[in-house]
């Protein structure tokens, strides 16, 4: 929050109407944003929209023109990025090109990146572009770093390996503030503030009458005594705690509450796993009270394990909730809101630490990450064998083109993109369900499969070129060969290739024949 008002203020101010504003939030739960190449492209897209974009348009075209798509994905593509940001950079010191028009300016340009820490792949090669970047000219061997007119702006937890990759102990790099020590008197008030806020919010009724100002005053003074750890973090927990609670039971379960972040996760798992079979207290059916706990449970284990933030949608399919407007599922995400919650139909953790909590110290997890890959895994063929079906879009032809074919099936989307985390992401937790060196697990996982219920084998049977044409529909088939590829390799076991229609015997009778094989044609080329 305190990196979007700098950044609205920075947009508001003078000195930036001829300069760049460019900014990026990582994100460690978002595989699209937890990389330095996810960085560089958000900034230079940032770029190429702004008062200077025809000169960055410009290198990134040429760059595109010599080397293809390429530039922008596979190994290579950081130092592709890394030289198009250098290059943009360099020309707007210089106040553009000829040419530029009324875009060119000498401006300074802000780049902002937010949540360092939450770089999980190629971080310390950022780390090293922001310091040199930063660098005052005469300080750097590299005439296209050291930009005077550019500014970083970067937020991060207090890592030493952060600290040590953007130098910050070197003279004249910068300004770093220490926000729990500059400005703790600031962050109290503004916490309390919040607090405030969250009061009102619990506290609300139709008519602000003297009724209301007792029970406001008990929920402020609850929350600044449990306030704890002081954070927006904190605070916010709390909140989401009572607001899951009836309104009249709010100020009992206050005085219960733990006053760190980790006791209030447990609090709020433990109060979903306390949704027993009795529970009909809002008239709910015999046995709904178990029903909705194991609901929960299916959903915050989907959101917790899945590779990118759930749609709405996708959610109610892969926890069985039904439509995401009904009421159950509703209150399904009411119940876990205390962990993540829905924006812009999307299921978002309220924190990294959320994630963190389920994954290795909540009992929701008791039976191994690797479990609930696998579970996961099962739910998204169920999702798959439920709504992929041949012609799906009802299209008639198939020499239709995708995106038209998207436009006349528009009717059926609602149905079909329930089911497309499934249809991009099954093959990845298949391989997380196991330990990709093939241990006995990984052999228990797909021997079971193709033992015991065989849905992976049914799948392959009847659904595959279902999800073929759900691929091409989606403008996806470059993803079919490396999806496949991917799968093939994992269902390796050994010298053995697990193949759902083959039993043991079978794998290794055909790993014989191949080496009888080998062996007639060597010697084939010897006698000859």
Known sequence: MLLCGILDELRNSKASHRGNIAFFFCEKSNERANNAEAVLRGLLF?????????SVIRHIRDKYDNSGAGIFQGPSAWWSLRDMLNKALSKMDRGGEKGDGDDAGGGVTYLAVDALDE???GLERLLALIADSS??????????????????LVTSRGEDDIRKGLRVSRAGLGLSLNLDYDYAEEIDKAVDM??????AKLAKAKNKDEEYEVYYSKINEGLHKNKGEGTFLHVTLLARELGAVERGKRLEELQGMAVDVRGLYRQAEARIRNLDDDDDDEGEGEGEGG????????????????????????LCALAGLGDPEEERARRVIHLCGSFFAMGDHKANFIHESAREYLQLGSRTFEAGLRTEHYRLFSSCLDVMQTRLRRDMYGLGRPDIRAAEGRREGAENNSVISAAEYARDYWIDHLIASGDQQHNDDDYYHVHR????????????K???LCWL?????????REALSLWTKLVGFLKVGKYVMCPTLGENSLKRTHEVKKRKRKEVFLNKVRS
């Open 135 to 152: 660098s005052p000219s005469s300080t750097t061997t590299n005439a296209e770093t050291g930009n005077p007119r550019v500014r970083w």
């Open 462 to 464: 009847t659904q595959f």
């Open 46 to 54: 940032m770029l190429a929209t702004g008062p200077q974009r025809r």
């Open 291 to 314: 029903r909705m706990r194991e609901s929960c449970l299916r959903a915050l284990s989907a959101v917790a394990v899945a590779y990118r933030p759930l749609r709405d949608q996708e």
């Open 469 to 477: 044409e759900y691929l091409s529909l989606g403008g996806n088939m």
């Open 194 to 199: 919040y607090i405030h806020h969250c009061s």
């Open 119 to 121: 770089c999980e792949h």
């Open 449 to 460: 499969d193709t033992r015991g219920n065989r849905a992976l084998s049914v799948f392959l």
